[in-house]
């Protein structure tokens, strides 16, 4: 596990994954994965350019898609010490595990438990099949740790498209997705169309309904709970340096100024 590099797998068609992916400011390469999955390949310059610790971007990259998503974000990653994943869905906490580079455990069987809750898979056979996976196996490397989360992941419709490959390096993972017939770019729309990108983002997920423009009465208290959460968030990320947290918490507190900037410009009646 010497080479470093990451997935974002999306319970959701490629559809309705772009226009959130665009927000998350790094190139990336979008192709389905399977029964209504999706899998993104990021280029991944935040860890080899910006020094950042790849599990940390890509826990924030997870929370900034699930925030205003009703699909569930799994992020796979790996570096020359760890392997691990974060799933992150809605607001509530993200969960993961990790396992060192020799295949050693280094998370909670809780974690596991929720993760399968979470993402609705078999509470018997499923879980089941991820207990090994908290458990030490000599022999057993990181790398084949996150190919035996995969397998328990093809039961729920998931299928890494061809050459996609936990464990190999950013770059050779963008080149066998370039290959693929149907992957497409998931990229920065730039500052003129960032605003459409937004808003298309969060009305096609599950807080479309608490919009202003959708005439809830939660609306007003979401677009408050953004901001107060976004906001310390924002400053948390500034502060270690973290662009994946940055960009969940710039979009938290862009959510929740839109939404009350929209209420004082057209109260409702």
């Given at each position: 596990?010497?080479?470093?590099?990451?997935?974002?797998l999306?319970?959701?068609q490629?559809?309705?994954?772009?226009?959130?992916?665009?927000?998350?400011?790094d190139?990336?390469?979008?192709a389905?994965?399977?029964?209504?999955?999706?899998?993104?390949?990021p280029?991944?310059?935040?860890?080899?350019?910006?020094?950042?610790?790849?599990?940390?971007?890509?826990?924030?990259?997870?929370?900034?898609?699930?925030?205003?998503?009703?699909?569930?974000?799994?992020?796979?990653?790996?570096d020359?010490?760890?392997?691990?994943?974060?799933?992150?869905?809605?607001?509530?906490?993200?969960?993961?595990?990790?396992?060192?580079?020799?295949?050693?455990?280094?998370?909670?069987?809780?974690?596991?438990?929720?993760?399968?809750?979470?993402?609705?898979?078999?509470p018997?056979?499923?879980?089941?099949?991820?207990?090994?996976?908290?458990?030490?196996?000599?022999?057993?490397?990181?790398?084949?740790?996150?190919?035996?989360?995969?397998?328990?992941?093809t039961?729920?419709?998931?299928?890494?498209?061809?050459?996609?490959?936990?464990?190999?390096?950013?770059d050779?993972?963008?080149?066998?997705?370039?290959?693929?017939?149907?992957?497409?770019?998931?990229?920065?729309?730039?500052?003129?169309?960032a605003?459409?990108?937004?808003?298309?983002?969060?009305?096609?997920?599950?807080?479309?309904?608490?919009?202003?423009?959708?005439?809830?009465?939660?609306?007003?208290?979401?677009?408050?709970?953004?901001?107060?959460?976004g906001?310390?968030?924002?400053?948390?990320?500034?502060?270690?340096?973290s662009?994946?947290?940055?960009?969940a918490?710039?979009?938290?507190?862009?959510?929740?100024?839109?939404?009350?900037?929209?209420?004082?410009?057209?109260?409702?009646?």
């Amino acid at each position: 596990m010497s080479n470093v590099g990451a997935l974002l797998l999306c319970r959701a068609q490629p559809e309705s994954v772009a226009p959130a992916a665009h927000l998350l400011r790094d190139r990336m390469l979008l192709a389905p994965a399977g029964e209504a999955w999706s899998v993104l390949v990021p280029e991944g310059r935040p860890w080899l350019h910006g020094g950042e610790p790849v599990d940390r971007v890509l826990t924030g990259w997870a929370t900034a898609l699930a925030v205003g998503a009703p699909w569930p974000v799994l992020a796979l990653w790996w570096d020359a010490d760890r392997a691990g994943f974060t799933l992150a869905s809605g607001f509530r906490r993200p969960v993961g595990y990790v396992w060192l580079a020799n295949g050693t455990p280094a998370g909670e069987d809780e974690a596991m438990r929720t993760f399968a809750a979470r993402l609705g898979l078999d509470p018997v056979l499923d879980v089941q099949a991820l207990d090994p996976l908290t458990k030490p196996a000599p022999g057993t490397d990181a790398r084949a740790r996150l190919r035996a989360l995969i397998a328990v992941l093809t039961r729920a419709g998931f299928a890494l498209p061809e050459g996609i490959t936990p464990g190999e390096p950013a770059d050779r993972l963008r080149e066998a997705a370039h290959a693929l017939p149907d992957a497409r770019p998931a990229e920065w729309p730039g500052r003129r169309e960032a605003p459409r990108a937004e808003l298309d983002a969060v009305a096609s997920g599950h807080l479309g309904r608490w919009l202003p423009w959708s005439g809830t009465p939660r609306a007003s208290a979401l677009a408050l709970a953004q901001v107060a959460a976004g906001l310390p968030l924002t400053a948390w990320g500034l502060r270690r340096r973290s662009g994946g947290w940055t960009v969940a918490g710039v979009l938290l507190v862009a959510h929740g100024a839109l939404g009350l900037a929209y209420e004082l410009v057209w109260p409702w009646d």
